[in-house]
């Protein structure tokens, strides 16, 4: 039989009795504890049910508990405290450890919106929904949607954007490997490529501890204890467990963090058998006969079951019988037995799932932990002599693949079994190497503040040669959400330090408006020598297409270009146009490229004098190619037929130059770089009389070769437009704004004869700046050059509130300031594609903490709040009509809210009211939200608090014609847009007069 398509699990997150996550339930396995404790005080009062009790065995005052179970971070997933509030607390868990277990899985949680993933809940029973059902006279909207059971699956749906298939799974105790089953199933279908599984139990009346106790169930101490000889019965127990499947990869095996395949599954049913409650020996046969088949592996090569184990003797009993049937084979070595109730109780709908994590849990440690109370095993279970061997102590599994199956049999008959198997193991080496971006997101600043702290103290304890994947990991895994901060490192503790001074300076988070930077290309004078050595060494990326250019260069300059960009001990070839202009394109266009690989996309590019060319390219003007033959004959006449000359710098403006010096053939302005900065070229004569004419405007003189920009270059552009090079012409994609022109011009302008003219004509960067801040408006402005000369100059010019980056800062570049560009850019919006910067050794994900929700924002209850079976009719959560009148200029709760036709709704104070508003049917403080606060995103308004909103602001201002819900719900976008919007409605169309008395 061929075997079933491999499917990996990939990411576990879980709350159990006495363990608050994976690591923590791992470490109570292999201890050999247990999470059973009294029955806290806010579930039941344990002396109501058991003094006194008739039945044969009183409820036990033991149980398996978690803590905390009431927390839940409803901001987060932008669910309004009143709607929080009635939701049932397994889904507000499964809501949270959903998110963990995807983070775990090495996926960001909103990069699967819009996906076909599936969820899949197993839940046996809601004892939320039974208390909050019971008293129908106090049923609200909220209170319906927060007790389903569907609810549990499709919460995680909605709220996640998923649209695969989202189901809730009832089959008693095996309802969570049932569901697992089925999610297994749709992956091997190719439905879906991914899955959510869940289990939840939770534990808020003795309803069902009564039901065991009746019948005869239930443990005297409220402890499971399977196989054991000490075995009385169910002892309770509640938690989440969630995992993540996915179809197996070559890059999930890459990546390590598979924790076991599941290898098959199956599910049955008892069919009509000795009772509906009791199991079935032979139908549990099938199952196993079934699984083990599909996985096409022998009953010899199971090396472990994790059983149902329930700890009542019948179903011990049973259970052994059926596994002895099947596994009481010839094998080398026992099939060791244990089970998980043993610590954690007995989870009922989420036992599966407990199991399940137990196993992969011991698949990829190689490990399996002790089935607790198997020092006194059950003798007249015979297990020896079926084949199996109670895990009495923590036992290594074989080296070879290891093949695990899990049970999980339903008090109504449904059973499941699952075969797990080892991952594929392909490691991932990886050196330490070049500089990496941390990063980090959060819903808020505050939340973002934790995380960040949470991110660097693990970051402190990563070994360095992990470091690269760690940082990329979090690029992959931690940047869907608003608030962000990114820092660049080379080292563990640099990116621990840099996040830690991140936080205290806040100068990470994202502003509102997405960053729109525009590229300046610097001109010739920025050169020196292994100017891209620096950055070659640090960025996988800006490496690549330096190397493209390079690659692309003449034969005879290619060596020469290897000097000037990585050998410090090449001054004279630097002084050369011939090389230097070749060499500086290159570092341009490669970092460039660079920028808009990861994707930093320019909003307009502007180029002084040669760095026009690499801006041509970036615009989509020219190819590289054509643009590098371009400058390769530009630098070479200029070398041949240039006359001598120099250049000088001035702080002053042209009039007051021109005021001071005559201009000539022999001296002329070359550039206008600034409101007070212009440089001068000409004949060395020239240059002398106007340093001494201008003295008092700070004269310097450039070190340069040629007279650049001036009549003296008229030989040099002669031979670039003689030499009849192809220039074909070419539409823009981005703005170029032309420092020849001093405005924008089309590709279709940058003709040869441009070029040309540009080599004698003056620059002039003042105009082009000023027109592209005017018409661009970037937010940033990022220099492409081996040297921060433009952005220095923008100092002068009223650059509009644009930051200033640059990612080379001159000879003293470390190489990491391209990285640092990033993180700025990202932390204040930019959507960085990550992965160029990185080696493809480093492009592996790793697993990193948990997202750290915020559960001090408010305190919901852990249980229902009613006036328990009162015939009282329900009153709706209403508005505190004295303070609404307060807001509203002294209309109070005992008159009528519009007396007389001089109450117009241009003097009512509607934004205090409409808030008011807002925050009562949302159960806020009115400080925590503001205009721009997305009532659907950030306040949880969704359809439902539409139509209640509605009501009220008709009922407050009673409009003619009424405010439409559906044109209010198409408003919902933010505070400030609904206040706006009933305003323009109510200024629109006069309100109803109620005159008192009147009928």
């Not at 054991?228 to 990869?249: F, M, P």
Request: aromatic share 6%; with cysteine.
């Amino acid at each position: 039989m061929t075997s079933d398509p491999a499917i990996a699990v990939t990411g576990i997150a879980c709350r159990f009795p006495g363990a608050s996550d994976a690591s923590a339930f791992w470490k109570l396995l292999l201890d050999g504890r247990h999470g059973a404790s009294e029955v806290p005080p806010d579930r039941w009062i344990t002396d109501d049910w058991t003094n006194g009790s008739d039945a044969p065995r009183p409820p036990s005052r033991f149980g398996g508990f978690i803590t905390g179970h009431s927390d839940f971070d409803h901001a987060f997933f932008g669910v309004s405290p009143a709607e929080a509030s009635e939701m049932d607390v397994q889904q507000r868990l499964i809501l949270e450890m959903s998110w963990h277990a995807i983070e775990d899985a090495g996926i960001d949680p909103t990069a699967l919106a819009g996906s076909t993933t599936g969820v899949f809940v197993g839940m046996m029973s809601s004892d939320w929904t039974s208390i909050a059902m019971s008293s129908p006279a106090e049923m609200t909207p909220h209170r319906g949607t927060g007790g389903g059971y569907c609810m549990a699956a499709n919460r995680v749906s909605y709220h996640l954007d998923l649209h695969g298939p989202s189901m809730t799974v009832d089959t008693a105790c095996s309802s969570s490997l049932v569901a697992l089953h089925q999610a297994a199933s749709a992956i091997r279908a190719g439905d879906i490529d991914t899955a959510i599984v869940a289990g939840a139990n939770m534990m808020l009346s003795p309803a069902l501890s009564v039901f065991y106790a009746e019948s005869g169930l239930a443990s005297t101490d409220g402890r499971c204890k399977p196989f054991s000889a000490g075995a009385d019965g169910i002892g309770r127990g509640e938690g989440i467990g969630v995992v993540v499947l996915q179809r197996e990869t070559d890059a999930i095996t890459r990546s390590g963090l598979s924790y076991a395949r599941i290898l098959a599954s199956a599910v049955n049913h008892d069919g009509r058998s000795n009772g509906i409650s009791a199991p079935s020996m032979w139908s549990q046969i099938a199952v196993l006969e079934s699984a083990y088949a599909r996985a096409s592996v022998n009953a010899a090569d199971i090396d472990f079951v994790e059983g149902h184990g329930t700890g009542t003797v019948l179903g011990d009993m049973i259970e052994s019988r059926a596994l002895g049937k099947v596994l009481g084979v010839e094998r080398s070595r026992p099939c060791l037995l244990g089970s998980v109730k043993g610590n954690v109780g007995h989870l009922e709908g989420a036992a599966g799932i407990a199991g399940f994590i137990k196993a992969i849990l011991s698949v990829k440690n190689r490990v399996l932990p002790p089935s607790l109370f198997a020092d006194a095993e059950n003798e007249a279970l015979g297990l020896s002599g079926k084949g199996l061997r109670l895990n009495d102590s923590v036992a290594k599994l074989p080296r070879t693949p290891i093949v695990g199956g899990i049970s999980s049999f339903g008090m109504g008959g449904t059973n499941a079994h699952v075969v797990v198997g080892s991952p594929t193991d392909v490691r991932s080496p990886s050196r330490l190497s070049g500089t990496s971006v941390l990063t980090i997101s959060a819903t808020d600043d505050s939340a973002l503040t934790s995380n960040v702290t949470a991110l660097a103290d693990f970051v402190d304890d990563v070994s360095p040669d992990r470091f690269n994947q760690i940082a990329y990991s979090t690029n992959i895994v931690k940047t869907g959400l608003r608030s962000r901060i990114a820092v660049a490192a080379d080292t563990p503790s640099q990116g621990a330090a840099a996040l830690r001074r991140a936080v205290l300076l806040r100068s990470g988070t994202a502003s509102g408006r997405t960053p729109a930077p525009a590229f300046l290309f610097t001109g010739q004078g920025s050169q020196y020598p292994a100017m891209g050595r620096a950055l070659e060494r640090c960025c996988p990326v800006y490496s690549d297409r330096l190397r493209e250019v390079v690659d692309a260069a003449a034969d005879d300059l290619r060596p020469h270009l290897d000097r000037v960009l990585f050998d410090e001990d090449s001054a004279e070839l630097v002084a050369r146009a011939a090389i230097a202009q070749p060499a500086l394109f290159a570092v341009q266009y490669a970092l460039s490229a660079a920028f808009v690989d990861v994707g930093v996309r320019p909003v307009a590019v502007l180029g002084h004098s040669l760095g026009e060319f690499a801006a041509a390219v970036t615009a989509g003007a020219l190819t590289m190619s054509d643009a590098l033959g371009l400058v390769s004959m530009r630098g070479t006449a200029m070398d041949t037929a240039a006359g001598a000359g120099g250049m000088l710098s001035v702080r002053a403006d042209v009039s007051t130059i021109v005021a001071h010096v005559e201009l000539d053939s022999t001296l002329c302005i070359a550039a206008i770089n600034g409101p007070g900065s212009t440089v001068l070229a000409g004949a060395t004569e020239a240059l002398e009389r106007a340093e001494r004419a201008l003295a008092a405007y700070s004269p310097k003189r450039q070190r340069v070769t040629h007279a650049f920009h001036s009549p003296t270059m008229e030989p040099a552009a002669s031979m670039l437009r003689a030499s009849g090079i192809r220039v074909p012409p070419n539409a823009t994609t981005v703005p170029f704004y032309s420092t020849l022109r001093g405005g924008e011009i089309d590709g279709a302008d940058l003709t040869l004869a441009y070029w040309s003219e540009q080599m004698v004509r003056p620059v002039d960067y003042l105009g082009a700046m000023r027109a592209l801040l005017a018409d661009a408006r970037p937010s940033h402005l990022i220099e492409i050059g081996p040297n921060g000369v433009l952005t220095t100059l923008a100092r002068d010019i009223d650059t509009t509130g644009a930051e200033r980056l640059v990612p080379m800062p001159g000879p003293a570049s470390a190489g990491t300031e391209f990285a640092e560009v990033l993180a700025a850019l990202y932390s204040q919006g930019t959507d960085v594609v990550w992965a160029p910067l990185y080696q493809q050794q480093h492009r592996t994900v790793r697993r990193l903490p948990g997202y750290r929700f915020d559960h001090d924002r408010h305190r919901l209850a852990g249980k229902p709040t009613l006036r328990f079976r009162s015939n009282v009719p329900a009153v709706e959560p209403i508005l505190d009509d004295t303070a609404v009148g307060a807001a509203l200029g002294g209309v109070s709760a005992e008159s009528p809210l519009f007396t007389t036709a001089t109450t117009v709704p241009d003097e009512l104070d509607l934004e205090t009211s409409i808030c008011t508003l807002i925050a009562q049917l949302g159960g806020f403080e009115t400080g925590e939200f503001t205009r721009s606060s997305r009532l659907r995103d950030d306040l949880g308004f969704d359809s439902i608090m539409a139509v209640r909103l509605g009501d009220r602001v008709n009922e407050l201002l009673a409009p003619t014609p009424p405010i439409a819900v559906v044109d209010l719900a198409d408003n919902l976008d933010t505070v400030g847009n609904l206040v706006d919007f009933v305003r323009h409605h109510t200024r629109t169309y006069p309100h109803t007069v109620i005159l008192e008395g009147a009928n």
